[in-house]
């Protein structure tokens, strides 16, 4: 098993930055693709960014491209999501996720979530 554990959110202004960063437990994190969904209420969790085993490929939808970056360490076990000029509409609970097959749609574990509200 994996546990993950998300953290960095929180309130910042539009057009401002954060940085999310997930934890991994146990010794196969570099046996999974790492994702970052997000949720808001009423609305299915929804996919923002992947990224493979070793890093080789990396995907984002398309609302997130040229402000949101993913990128992970291996050696640390961790995966992190920079998120710059940031949008009232990015505002959501905001997921990581391992995945044992590629492309990351449906990830095996979850961490708990983190809130991330970026106000106008």
């Known amino acids: 098993q994996v546990q993950l554990v998300e953290s960095g959110g929180g309130l910042v202004q539009a057009g401002g930055s954060l940085r999310l960063s997930c934890a991994a437990s146990?010794?196969?994190?570099?046996?999974?693709?790492m994702t970052w969904f997000r949720q808001t209420p009423g609305k299915e969790r929804e996919f923002v960014a992947g990224?493979?085993?070793?890093?080789?490929?990396?995907y984002y939808t398309d609302s997130v491209k040229g402000r949101f970056t993913i990128s992970r360490d291996n050696a640390k076990n961790t995966v992190a999501l920079e998120m710059n000029s940031l949008k009232p509409e990015d505002t959501a609970v905001y997921y990581c996720?391992?995945?044992?097959?590629?492309?990351?749609?449906?990830?095996?574990?979850w961490g708990h979530g983190t809130q991330v509200t970026v106000s106008s």
């Open positions: 990224i493979s085993r070793l890093g080789g490929s990396i």
């Open positions: 996720g391992a995945s044992s097959s590629w492309p990351p749609s449906s990830p095996d574990y």
């Open positions: 146990g010794r196969t994190f570099n046996s999974y693709h």
